[in-house]
């Protein structure tokens, strides 16, 4: 088994956001809960200067595609239970790594 780096890219629609303030304390909240619930890195990587979008990226390495899997589908059912947030895609991307 070779280890594996997986990666969800969210693009997200923040439909209550009025300022760009609003819109960082609801992204900030989905990035800490991601990183609180599961074995994930979490962070807003773009749409950085947009009040109702953002995309965040979400990273996970372990021992088998599998394990990735799983987390990956655990964390997609949570950003998509969020009724807060509205999601326009979610692009999953893999590395594996021949060590």
Do not use: C, N
């Not at 962070?43 to 394990?67: I, K, T, W, Y």
């Amino acid at each position: 088994m070779s280890p594996v780096v997986a990666a969800l890219t969210v693009d997200v629609h923040i439909a209550t956001a009025a300022t760009l303030k609003d819109k960082r304390s609801v992204v900030r909240s989905l990035v800490e809960g991601m990183r609180h619930r599961f074995p994930v890195s979490a962070s807003e990587a773009g749409g950085h200067d947009l009040v109702q979008r953002a995309l965040v990226v979400v990273a996970f390495a372990g021992p088998s595609v599998r394990g990735a899997t799983d987390v990956l589908d655990a964390v997609e059912r949570w950003v998509w239970s969020r009724p807060d947030i509205e999601i326009g895609s979610i692009d999953r991307h893999w590395l594996e790594l021949d060590i």
